[in-house]
């Protein structure tokens, strides 16, 4: 047990130090623009990071980051040399103003760790039976979509704002919110299919029966009766979470409803999307507000810029808080998994997600200024417009791979935003030298990780 509290503390710890590592994705741009000041943006970025407590109840990426390696190779000392090998990488990376991703050194640890534990305990183990192949190929190619995505947003949001007529700008603007609000709309609907496939234990049977052929009856009735109660996932938006269960069990009268209702509800994105409805509206208002209400001049535009990258610097902390602080939610469960606390992942007590949401926001309190100047103004030179901008592409960005669970890295995203507002301009304004040097941090941090894990494993073993 008291080997359990140390891993705790220390994925705390982790926790603690991806803040103030990843600190500069928040507040790079609003302090590069002069929005805020250094002090005030740490702690504008820190509060939005805890509010994401309040906004991301399914923790689908701490659910991804536990299960990266098979359970019967997840031990407390592979945490713990995990966690070890990931400090070491981002304390490293932080003392020479590297932005590298957490989530990746986290991950790259982890599964390092779990490799070595496995070639010493088993003979002829592979790779692909050791950790989720699945995931891992998904988190990898993530390293290059996610900064794409961002940059391709980012370059988007970046020439409607430039528009002259803003009668355009506020149409397709409004074309875009229908299409975003549906698109939410069918990330929920996947979501709610993949909880109640959970809730009826269908990967669990399917993984079981490759070593007890007995339990394909169980595996049969879960199959049919996902597929009976299915459909009316369709419903969830008018019913409820805890109606819509209570209409599934009069299909399926084994259902739990009080549980299947609270599966469901984890699901539900309505916070993310209303709250990037508001968002929408109040740049529109603005725009109205100084464009046509006002006289437009070139100080006022800019001022209004200044106070919208307020509000777009909370959405991409919010962003970073949800996706960041779930990355240690999944290994602090791996550990209880591993020490018997608990028998699976959907059990991990409430004061987990809180404790992480607290370290990761106190970590950003703590700033981490070798990075802001990277990423303010080494890449491009970023302007109050393009601060928004890429702020703005950032957090959609999140936001979307938050909810398909998909554990991307909050660096490679805003990095990716901030080259495409630069490139918008022109593609000589962005400092590619230094992109190509960030690229190569990226692609390494997960194998460095990992076999700095390994020799750690290998360490912790000659004295546990």
Not at 99 to 123: C, E, Q, R
Not at 200 to 219: F, G, M, R
Not at 293 to 322: C, D, Y
Request: hydrophobic letters at 50%; aromatic letters at 10%.
């Amino acid at each position: 047990m008291t080997f359990l509290v140390i891993i705790i503390i220390l994925a705390l710890v982790f926790d603690y130090i991806n803040g103030f590592h990843d600190a500069a994705n928040s507040i790079a741009t609003i302090v590069s623009t002069k929005v805020l000041t250094p002090v005030q943006a740490v702690i504008w970025a820190a509060f939005f990071n805890f509010v994401a407590f309040f906004i991301f109840k399914d923790h689908a990426v701490a659910n991804t980051i536990g299960k990266t390696v098979h359970k019967e190779f997840i031990t407390l000392e592979v945490i713990f040399s995990g966690l070890i090998a990931a400090i070491i990488w981002n304390l490293f990376t932080w003392w020479y103003g590297i932005p590298s991703s957490s989530s990746h050194t986290l991950i790259g640890g982890f599964a390092g760790a779990a490799i070595a534990h496995a070639f010493i305990t088993t003979d002829g183990v592979t790779i692909p039976k050791i950790v989720e192949m699945d995931k891992i190929t998904k988190t990898i190619m993530f390293i290059f979509i996610a900064p794409i995505m961002g940059m391709a947003i980012s370059m988007f949001i970046t020439l409607i704002t430039i528009m002259r007529n803003v009668w355009y700008r506020i149409g397709i603007i409004l074309i875009v919110a229908v299409g975003t609000f549906f698109l939410f709309d069918q990330l929920e609907q996947s979501k709610l299919e993949t909880n109640l496939a959970k809730f009826y234990q269908i990967e669990k049977y399917q993984k079981a029966l490759a070593t007890d052929p007995s339990v394909q009856s169980k595996l049969d009735e879960a199959v049919s009766n996902f597929e009976h109660t299915k459909p009316l996932i369709k419903e969830y938006n008018q019913l409820g979470a805890e109606n819509l269960a209570s209409e599934m069990a009069k299909i399926d009268a084994s259902i739990d409803v009080k549980k299947l209702s609270k599966d469901l509800s984890k699901a539900d994105n309505s916070a993310i999307v209303w709250g990037i409805m508001i968002l929408i509206a109040v740049f529109i208002l603005t725009y109205l507000y100084v464009e046509k209400v006002k006289t437009p001049s070139a100080f006022r535009i800019s001022n209004m810029f200044k106070k919208l990258q307020l509000l777009s610097s909370a959405a991409f902390s919010i962003g970073h808080g949800g996706n960041d602080a779930q990355k240690v939610m999944g290994i602090i469960s791996a550990a209880m998994l591993a020490n018997g606390n608990i028998s699976d992942f959907k059990q991990m007590p409430d004061w987990v997600p809180l404790a992480c949401y607290a370290a990761i926001g106190l970590g950003t309190l703590s700033g981490g200024w070798k990075i802001v100047k990277t990423m303010g103004s080494k890449i491009t030179k970023v302007t109050p417009l393009e601060g928004v901008t890429a702020e703005s592409a950032g957090a959609l960005t999140l936001f979307m791979t938050e909810q398909m669970g998909i554990p991307v890295s909050t660096t490679h995203t805003i990095t990716g935003s901030i080259i495409g507002v630069g490139a918008t301009k022109r593609l000589s304004a962005v400092r590619w030298g230094v992109t190509v040097n960030l690229l190569w941090a990226w692609i390494l941090t997960i194998p460095v990780s990992a076999l700095l894990a390994g020799l750690t494993y290998y360490v912790v073993k000659l004295f546990i």
